[in-house]
Nanobody, 123 residues
Framework: QVQLVESGGGLVQPGGSLRLSCAAS????????MGWYRQAPGKQRELVAH???????NYADSVKGRFTISRDNAKNTMYLEMNSLKPEDTAAYYC?????????????????WGQGTQVTVSS
């Protein structure tokens, strides 16, 4: 069974940095795309950054120039380097991935979510 596990969240002061990781495990054949989403209390979940297998990326306007998404295909792991953090970046951050895996002997493509990791930016 495929699982996504995030790590690296925590409490940081404004202007600080954090690095999030998302590791995918299971009978994985390929990962077409991966992304980070976030959801603040009372708000809808929003896309933060997205990366496809070729390495092409896109970012929400609010994080451009501050956040960097990357992936290690050999490790099935994605990262989000977050710099110059602001209080408005406070949210639960979720990993998402479009993964082809072997289920009951058949290659199946599904969308998966991690359990989320909390990022709090506060002095």
């Amino acid at each position: 069974q495929v699982q996504l596990v995030e790590s690296g969240g925590g409490l940081v002061q404004p202007g600080g940095s954090l690095r999030l990781s998302c590791a995918a495990s299971g009978s994985i054949v390929s990962i077409a795309a991966m992304g980070w989403y976030r959801q603040a209390p009372g708000k809808q979940r929003e896309l933060v950054a997205h990366i496809i297998s070729s390495g092409s990326t896109n970012y929400a306007d609010s994080v451009k120039g501050r956040f960097t998404i990357s992936r290690d295909n050999a490790k099935n792991t994605m990262y989000l380097e977050m710099n110059s953090l602001k209080p408005e970046d406070t949210a639960a951050y979720y990993c998402n991935a479009l993964i082809t895996s072997i289920r009951r002997g058949v290659a199946t493509t599904d969308n998966y979510w991690g359990q989320g990791t909390q990022v709090t930016v506060s002095s």
